[in-house]
Every structure is written in structure tokens, then in C-alpha cells.
């Protein structure tokens, strides 16, 4: 397990390299600059100012002092909020975002888990087809789609909860819900599948035939088999969610990192795109890890061979 | 229900319910088991083999299969009225079962220990370090060397021979009365074969176990067993122990199994000769003998009627045959069938 | 089990019901004058000397103020200037102060102006908005680095007079005063919180009718009345109330829940809010163009550039297309004023519109060229929502009426600064805000030589006329020159405007007062009330 790990801990390493080289060129080669009100700018003041970001320097030298920075853990400082870390930029949004991830993802996952294995378990009942039906939905309505519905129906038309906004735990409901519909419907669509793959098995039967009962079986035989394939999913399913902030956070007017990114790219706040970029692939690289390591404990003919390499 | 059976099966019918229609696997089955009899059942692959095996221990899957009619006695009880909670009682604990293919049949995210102990701390009310020990003596009893890092490794880290012997230790861990093996060597090799059988034969006697041995093989049935069951069609043609079913069958599918099936009990050079043909469709079996159609002696009313259940030489051997009618013309066995015993 | 979710699921509404409802005091509030309001984005920064953005503006006119500060209908007022004293030559202007205070009670002195004015012009300070003062003498010189701190014409008599030297007469000088760039700044306080000035509320001092009581960040902030305010009296709201939101729809969803009172709103949703007295269109002072190319071979034609503004209906493009402007009458939107009385009224509508008469001068302007056909034109456009449907309508109209066919080119917007100002382009979709009240802020692009006339079109009367009016101390006089001056670039068709821009906001009927500007700062909430909520 341990070489398993440490393995992992490399290519994630080398990831976040790739990335951060790939953004770096890729910013530098973009239209645009991070100069405000461009058009009336008298070009001597220009160079001041592109001289005091350091843009005047030649390229490979930006390079690496980006780099230096970056394994420090700073980001630099915001082209357009003058003054201000972009490290703290992304610590302000990251508690929104988070906050709206996290909940999304559990809500997500519990319903989705206990709606896969209910359409399962009863294969072919009213509940199988609903929750087929809503999982076809909650993968082709993109969550922006149904924020925005939520949004006007649930917090215009109803008024049941806030229409929008950042106050309170009622705040973070209806964003949720609206982020945690995809997940739901991609965990209840793969738990499905795989329950009613795992529940043919023979191994199902040798656990019916020690004289377990239902439960017994399911929770301790079946479910976790069927988890396995499920975990493959929550890597690409961050992202998803991820992406899915950037919107949600827009129509709910959620003060996030989504908020900042489209912001950062908005503005040409060349330090903050880079710096939420980073941190984007750093979540992600990571959740991927967390992933593996999560694929490794539950499934052990992985963790023990990854060992044995 | 007789002192001396372990098991009777009076008339079982088990259908499964398909986009097709009803499929009749298993079509008015009777047997009975004695305490500590070895009984084989023996067939062609699809007669209903399984379907029987699970049925006893009501395993088969519901939707869409069911039990439609008879008795399944077992200690003073008819299985297919009890009810599921009661079941789970007697799984495991008084009737166990191994199944064919040992590479799936156990979960390859638990331990073998756990899953030794599970059935041990349902079924025995033990703790769990008691459990661990009946595991460990288990593995032991079943041959698998160095149990104490065993228990605690995954089935993937087991060889195919070896995983069966685990299954029959989470088999036997309870000491059932009832062992039902579903084919339990088919999947291994040869040698392996040998080895299970032989430690099946060993703990039977220790445990006083009854079995139920589903097999292909005819020599394993001529090796462990001590009545024979055929069937064909979803129904029950010939039994008898097992020097009636070697020596005098007299049903021409037995025949037919004779020269078809594999024997690991004889000389290499045997030929198979495989029946020609093909079973029916139980979507929609025939009302005479299922097997006049392939049947070389064929009268018309095999095709009209089923034939009758027949006691013949013994009370022990029973066929179902029209050449068993008083009417019927003198038909002999092919005559390597006869001599092939080599007891 | 599924029964069991529905139930959590029932449990858990009624419980966000409850909590909804216990939070909803705030609004009922029954004497406290309180404007919820939105913002589209973050005030990147409030320091008055650096910043440049409309919302930055707006929070700082609110909270800060100048020598003069505009009324409701947009003339300078004295503020923290008591009066003004203005030389002969119109070149020296002397403010005397009033006795106001900043928000920790130090009072506001003429020092704060000449310290924050030149603060920004330091070209250390990196403002991009420093050209606002460059009407101040030896302002320009400093803040490219070719001249001296102390040339610059600004200078604190004593703690309550300050004197101002500027370059030319200009008669729009009092209005530039009112602008964030001309708000004075404390030392101390500057000097005290270095790279964080005005990064947080209590990170600056405040000078105007409310102080920012919260600041969080790309979140919301809140304006609270400022009791050392020296005309706190004229003030009526307790608190302001702004959350960022970025998405229109998002604004409606809240304005039709009545978290906010005044939102913005954009074309799209005009059409349902049509008849609604609850509309406010505010114009901008800031118009949309087409630019020529004169170097192009069939622009450098007037009578075919004529052509394609006489054959654009322009009312089409502001009710159909766009539908958040009014045609445009000239070059000078209708906005501004010269010399304190409104433009536009002045020099009338300059458009035409005649599809024949269009047709008429292409066919001789191709006939002079001794071109028997006119050749596909290149339309350099941006990737922005309005800009799109206006190009794509002129793409539609110009081949229906003339028969020419348009290409649209669409560049990001940088990307199409630098095409132009490289000269690499036919035609161009343009725009341009004023930077203050006056017709020169845009008729002075069109002069030879000027780096923003991308077209390069030349004329020696206009410059002629733009030249005497930039140092014409007679405002009369210098009034009737524009005029000229815009006549001669509309009849050469110089450029082809279209629309003038306005801003669209929807407002509850119980808010009263808010004065509404076409530039500088969006908004006043000085003199703003509710009433009848
Ligand atoms: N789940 C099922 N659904 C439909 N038909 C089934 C099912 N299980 C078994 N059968 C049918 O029952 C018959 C007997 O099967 P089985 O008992 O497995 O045969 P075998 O004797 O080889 O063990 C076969 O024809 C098979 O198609
Ligand atoms: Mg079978």
C-alpha cells in the first residue's frame, strides 16, 4: 500500500507540473492584457505599469520565477484587485464553493446510492422507473438549466426558499440541489447497473446460502462490490460538479471560486486565472488521488497487486 | 416421513417466468436423501439439476423463478412452507451448499477468515475470536496450509483448489446436516478433482453429513456416492444405488449417460459417444416420454404418455420407462454400457 | 426506504421554511430607510486615485466627495469647495473649502486634494485614469516620467484653499472635478495601510454622505448613512444594501422577491417590462459608430462612406436589436452639454436616413472611383452580446439596401484594439464613452493625427475649429465651433454613428430620489428616499 501510494504521489506531482507549464505558455499567448481601460492609456504609462508586473521581463525568466512562487504556494498577486493575494482571492471563494461541493456531493451520493440500489433491488416496479427517468434527466439537464428552474420556480413562483444569494444555510439549498441532480443521476444510473450485476453473482448466492439475511447480504456482500465501478465515476464526476459550480455559482450569485474564475477571465486577471487554475487541478489531481486511494481500500485485488509492482 | 431420510422430495415443480413463457425446469421431482447417504444426481446439462439443488434450499431467484407445487421434507418440516426468516436458519446452519465455479462464488473483497466467520457468528451465537478459531480450524480440517495468514487473505490470493476448500469450510463451518455440491470439481483440473473428492469422502465420514452431489462425472458418482439420481427434462428417469445404476440400468437415456459422460475411474481409451439429439424445450415440454425423441427404442405411446414410476429388481432402483410395460418387447443394453463397471 | 426519503425531504423544506422566515426581519423594518440595491461585480479597489471601474465609481461618489459634486441633473455643485474664484484667462481656478469633516472626524483640508491629485498622477501609482487631470499643468509631464511632482499645477494655499492651474481655458473644468480621480485622499491613512488602501471598509476614511459599514468580498457590501457628513441633513437613507450579482436573470429573481429594489436589467428582458412604469432607462454618454477606414480604397470616397449611414435605420437597431439605446443624432451623444446647457439641443440631429438617396451616392461615389462594382466589404466586429446582433443586422441591411456584401470579422475586443490601431481594417464597429461633460471628449478623436482616429480621416477646417476650441477661452464662440466642427465630420461622413447607449434598470415604485448620471459615477443616493414601501 505504501509504494502504492507514494507512486501516485509522483504522477500527481508531475501532473500539477504539466499543468502549470501548459497554463503559464497558454496565458502568455492570449489576446489581451490585464491592463483596465486599455484604449485610453498612454503608452509610456503602459510600460510603467507592465514593468512593475514583472511582464516585461523575457518569458523563461517569468517562467521560473512563476515556478519558484508556485512551490511556495504563492500565486502572485491580482492584476485587477490591486493589493490583494490571489492565494486569498481563492481561500475567500474556496469556503462558498466548497461549502455548495461538498453538500452537493453527499446529498448526491447518499440519494443516488440508496435510489440506484432501491431501483435495483426492486427491478422493474414504478421506483425503477422513476429513478431511471431521473437519472436520463439529471444527465442531459445541464445544472444550469435547472438552477435557473429551481431558482424561478422554487424561490420566485413559491418563494419557499431564497431565489438567490449567500446568507444563510437556506442559501445554500436550492445550488445543491440544482449541482447535486447530475451526481445523483450518474451514481444512481452506475449503483444500478453494477447492484443488479453484483446481486446475479455467485458470490451473492454463497452469501444467501450461509443463511443471511437480506440486509446482511446486501450491505455487506453486494453493496461494496457494487461501489467499486461507482468510485470510478467520482473523479470525473468532481469535475463535472466543478464546472458546474462555475455556472451555478452565477445564477445563485454564490461569491465562490467559480464567481472568480469567470471574473479572472473577464478582467484578463492573468495572475488569478493562472492562480485559480492551478487550484482547480490541484482539487482535481487530488480528488483523483484520493480516488485511487479510496479504489485501492474498498477493492483489495488492487491495493494488493499495486503493491506487489 | 421415513425414520431413516434426511431429505424427501415428493413431486417438486419449479418454473421460471420469461419473456417467452413459462420455462417447467423442473418438472414432478421426487427423491429422498438418507442420514448419512451420499445421493448423486446426474444428467445432461439444463435437466434441472440446480434448479433441484436450489430449490431445496430455496436459492433460485424469485422473480422470476417459483416453486409451483410439492414437498420439500426435511427435519419434520416442509421447506416450501416455511417461512423466509425460518430459512435463513436452516441455510447455512443445517443445509450448506458448494457451488460449481469456486473463482466467483466467494466475494472478492472480503477475507476469507470473515467470510468463513460469518455463517459461524449468525448461526452459533460465537464472538467473533470464537468464530476466528472454528475459522482457523476449519481451514485446517479443509487442508490449507499456514490457516493463520490465510484467514486474513483475499480470495484473490488464493489458487482455484484452494478456494474450493475454502468454500467447503464455509460450507461445513456449522456441521450441517444436508451438504449440497453443485458440480464442485467441474471447474478445477484433474488433480485438483481428485483432491476435493477425496476430502469430501474424509469429512463426510467426520461430520456425519448427508450429500447431495450434483455432478457430470460418473466415475466421481461410482467413487463417493451411494445412490444415484437421473434426470432428464426437469424430471426424475432412473434411481438406484449405485451398482444398479452401474450394472442394470435400464433406461435407454442411462445408456446413453454411460457412453457419453466422462468416468475418472477408468482406463483412458473409453470412447464417448455422445446421445444424438438435442432435450426438449421446456417452454413447452412433450406429454409422452421427454426423451422419445431421441430414444432408439421409441414406441408410439412413449410419445402419448408418460410412463409410469416402476420398481424393478429392488425397491431400490426405480425407472421410468414404456420398456418396462408387461407389453413392451425385450430391448438389451449396448453391451459396453453393461460391462463398463469396473467395481 | 422511500418512503423515509420523501419524509427527510418534506422535513427538510419546512425546516428551510421556518428558517427563511426567521431571517426575513430585516426588510420589515418599519421607519429605517433602507435601499436594497445590486452590483454586476467586485469594486476591484476604492482607492479614488487609482481606480477605474463603474462600480468603484459608484460606491466612491457615494461615500466620498469632491470640490464640486453633480446634481440631479448633472450640472456641478459645490461640495466640499465652498466656491470657486476663477482667473481672467479662465486657466487659475482658487477653491475655497467648506468646514467639512472626514468619517474620523479630522476636518478635510486643501492639502488632501493636492496630496491624493498628485498621487495619482505619480506614475509609481500605476492609475490608469490619471489623464483625467491632465488639463492640470504639467500633469502629463509627470505622469509619463518627462516632468516634475512639484511642476504640477496644484497647490494647497492654506488648509482651506486650493489652487488649481490648468494648461487651457476649459469650460467643463468644475464638472471634472466632481469626477473619483479628483476626490482627496488622507496621507496618513494611505501611508498607514500601504498595498491595502481601501482594500476593506476600515481601511480608508470616508468624506461623503455615507461611510461603507461591510465590505465582503465578491459577496456584498453596505453603505450606512455618514453623521459627519457635512450635509447629513439632505440625507434620508439609514443604509444601502448592495449583493454582487452577475447574472441578469438572477437581479429579476431577486428584484420579484423583493431582496432588491433597483437592479439592472439588459435587452433581453425589456420587452416584458415594456409598459412598466418600473422601467428606468438612463441614457449613457457613450455611443456606438461605425469607423471608416479612410485609407481603404472605397472609403476614402465620402460620397460611398455617406452612403452607408444614410442607408442604416438606426431605430430599427435600438428597438429590435439591441434595444437598450436611442438613435443616435451626431457624433456628440445626447447626453452632454457644453458650457452647462444641453449639446444636442444646440446643434440638432445631424443623421440622415435615405435608402434612395443611398443608393444614389454609392453608384456615384463607385463611378468616381472608376470601380464598376462595389467589392465584399470586411466588418471588424467583437465577441460581445450587442455588438454581434448590431453587426449581424448591419451585415443583413447593407446587402438588402446597397447590394454590398459584408463579412463580419469577430476578434476579441483587445484584438480588435490592435487591428485598428494598426490601421488593419475596412470597416470597424466602435464605441466610445465620455470622459467628461463636454462635446470634445469625442470630437477631438477625429483631429489628424490624434492616435484614436483609426480611420484617418483628415480634415483642416475640423482640425482647425477642434484646435481654436481646446484654448478658446469664449465658451459662446467655442460652442458654435463644435457645432461647425461636428457638421463638417457628419457631412464628410468621417464615421456613421448609431446609437447612443443607455443603461436599463427596473426600480420599485417606492423608491424615490436616486439621481441617475450619464457619466462619471452611475449613481446618487444622496437625495434618495422610500417611500410608501
Ligand atoms: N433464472 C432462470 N430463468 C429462466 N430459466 C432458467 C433460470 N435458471 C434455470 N433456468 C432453466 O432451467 C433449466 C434447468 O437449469 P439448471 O437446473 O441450471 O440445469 P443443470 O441441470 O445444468 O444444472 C434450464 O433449461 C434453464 O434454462
Ligand atoms: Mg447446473
Known sequence: MGRFVLKRLIYMVITLWLIATITFFLMHNLPGSPLQNEE?????????????????????????????????????????????????????????????????????????????????????TWIDSGATVLSVLGVSIPS???????????????????????????????????LSFLVIAQIARYVRTEMLEVLGQDYIKTAKAKGLGRPAVIIRHALRNALIPAITIMAPLTVAL????????????????????????????????????????????????????????IDPRIRLTGAKE | MD?????????????????????????????????????????????????????????????????????????GKDLTQVAEKDMEKIRGKDIA??????????????????????????????????????ALEMLRLVGIPSPESRIHQYPHQFSGGMRQRAMIAIALACAPKLLIADEPTTAL????????????????????????????????????????????????????????????????????????????????????TPILGTPPDLLSPPKGCPFAARCKHAMKVCQQEMPETTEVDSETHKVNCWLEHPMAPAVEPPAEVVGGGSK | MGKKFTMTLALLLVASMVLTACGGGQSAGGDKQVLNITETGEPPGLDSAVTTDQISFDILNNVTEGLYR???????????????????????????????????????????????????????????????????????????DKGDKKDVGVKALDDKTLEVKLNDPIPYFLTLTTFATYRPQREDIVEKHGKEYAQDPDKMVYNGPFVMSEWKHKKSFQLKKNDKYWDKDAVKLDEI???????????????????????????????????????????????????????????????????????????????????????????????????????????????????????????????????????????????????????????ERLKNVLGVNVEIKIVPFKQKLDLENAGDFQLSFAGWGADYNDPMTFLELWVTGNPYNRGDWSNKEYDKLIKKSQTNADYEERAKDLIKAEKIAMDEAALAPLYDRQRLKLQKPYVKGIARHPFGADNTYKWAYIEGK
Open chain 1, 40 to 124: 485610453k492609456l498612454p503608452p509610456e504609462l503602459k510600460e510603467i505599469i507592465l514593468k512593475e508586473y514583472g511582464l516585461d521581463k523575457p518569458l523563461p525568466v517569468q517562467y521560473v520565477n512563476y515556478l519558484g512562487n508556485l512551490i511556495t504556494g504563492d500565486l502572485g498577486n491580482s492584476y485587477k484587485y490591486d493589493g490583494r493575494k490571489v492565494t486569498d482571492m481563492i481561500m475567500d471563494g474556496f469556503s462558498a464553493s466548497a461549502t455548495l461541493g461538498v453538500q452537493a456531493i453527499s446529498f448526491g451520493v447518499v440519494v443516488g446510492l440508496i435510489l440506484g440500489c432501491v431501483a435495483a433491488l426492486r427491478r422493474g
Open chain 1, 144 to 178: 444550469f438549466v435547472l438552477g435557473a428552474l429551481l431558482s424561478y420556480y422554487v424561490g420566485v413562483e413559491l418563494q419557499w426558499l431564497p431565489p438567490a444569494l449567500w446568507e444563510g444555510w437556506e442559501y445554500t439549498i436550492l445550488p445543491s440541489l440544482a
Open chain 1, 242 to 297: 466543478l464546472t458546474g459550480t462555475l455556472v451555478i455559482e452565477q445564477i445563485f450569485a454564490i461569491p465562490g471560486m467559480g464567481y472568480m474564475f469567470v471574473d479572472s477571465i473577464q478582467t484578463n486577471d492573468f495572475t488569478a486565472i493562472m492562480g485559480v487554475t492551478m487550484f482547480y487541478s490541484f482539487l482535481l489531481v487530488v480528488s483523483i488521488f484520493i480516488v485511487d486511494i479510496l479504489y485501492g481500500i
Open chain 2, 3 to 75: 425414520q431413516n431420510n434426511m431429505l424427501e422430495v415428493r413431486d417438486l415443480h419449479v418454473s421460471f417466468q420469461t419473456y417467452n413463457g413459462e420455462v417447467q425446469a423442473v418438472r414432478g421431482v421426487t427423491f429422498d436423501v438418507k442420514k448419512g447417504e451420499t445421493v448423486a444426481i446426474v444428467g445432461e446439462s439444463g435437466c434441472g439439476k440446480s434448479v433441484t439443488s436450489q430449490s431445496l434450499m430455496r436459492l433460485i431467484p424469485q422473480p422470476p423463478g417459483q416453486i409451483k407445487s410439492g414437498e420439500i421434507w426435511f427435519d
Open chain 2, 97 to 134: 451448499m458448494i457451488f460449481q465455479d469456486p473463482m466467483t462464488s466467494l466475494n472478492p473483497t472480503m477475507t476469507v477468515g470473515k467470510q468463513i466467520m460469518e455463517g459461524l457468528i449468525k448461526h452459533q451465537n460465537m464472538g467473533k475470536d470464537q468464530a476466528r478459531e472454528r
Open chain 2, 189 to 272: 483440473d484433474v488433480t485438483i478433482q481428485a483432491q476435493i473428492l477425496e476430502l469430501m469422502n474424509d469429512l463426510k465420514e467426520k461430520l456425519e453429513t448427508s450429500i447431495i452431489l450434483i455432478t457430470h462425472d460418473l466415475g466421481v458418482v461410482a467413487d463417493v456416492a451411494d445412490r444415484v439420481v437421473v434426470m432428464y427434462a426437469g424430471k426424475v428417469i432412473e434411481t438406484g444405488t449405485v451398482e444398479e445404476i452401474f450394472y442394470r440400468p435400464r433406461h435407454p437415456y442411462t445408456w446413453g449417460l454411460m457412453g457419453s459422460m466422462p468416468r475418472l475411474d477408468l482406463e483412458q481409451e473409453k470412447e464417448l
Open chain 3, 70 to 144: 453633480v446634481d440631479k441633473n448633472n450640472q456641478p455643485q459645490p461640495a466640499i469647495a465652498k466656491d470657486v474664484e476663477i482667473s481672467k484667462d479662465k486657466k487659475t481656478y482658487t477653491f475655497k473649502l467648506r468646514d467639512a469633516k472626514w468619517s474620523d472626524g479630522k476636518p478635510v483640508k486643501a492639502q488632501d486634494f493636492e496630496y491624493a491629485w498628485k498621487r495619482a498622477l505619480d506614475p509609481k501609482s500605476k492609475s490608469q485614469y490619471a489623464y483625467i487631470l491632465y488639463p492640470i499643468k504639467g500633469a502629463e509631464e509627470y505622469n509619463t
Open chain 3, 241 to 395: 444594501n448592495a449583493n454582487i450579482v452577475k447574472e441578469t436573470s438572477t437581479e429579476v429573481n431577486l428584484y420579484n422577491t423583493k431582496k432588491a429594489d433597483v437592479i439592472n436589467v439588459n435587452g433581453e428582458f425589456v420587452d416584458k417590462y415594456k409598459d412598466s412604469k418600473e422601467l428606468v432607462k438612463v441614457p449613457e454618454a457613450s455611443n456606438f459608430y461605425f469607423q471608416f477606414n479612410t485609407k481603404e480604397k472605397v472609403f476614402s470616397n465620402e460620397k460611398i462612406r455617406k452612403a452607408f449611414s444614410l442607408a442604416i435605420e438606426r431605430k430599427t437597431i435600438t428597438e429590435k436589436v439591441t434595444k437598450d439605446g436611442v438613435p443616435a443624432q451626431g457624433i456628440v451623444p445626447i447626453t452632454l452639454d457644453v458650457n452647462g446647457k444641453n449639446y444636442r439641443e444646440q446643434a440638432g440631429n445631424m443623421i440622415e436616413e435615405d435608402e434612395e438617396k443611398a443608393k444614389k451616392l454609392l453608384e456615384e461615389g463607385l463611378e468616381e472611383l472608376d470601380m464598376d462594382k462595389m467589392p465584399s466589404i470586411e466588418l471588424l466586429g467583437y465577441d460581445r452580446e450587442n455588438a454581434k446582433k448590431t453587426q449581424e443586422y448591419m451585415k
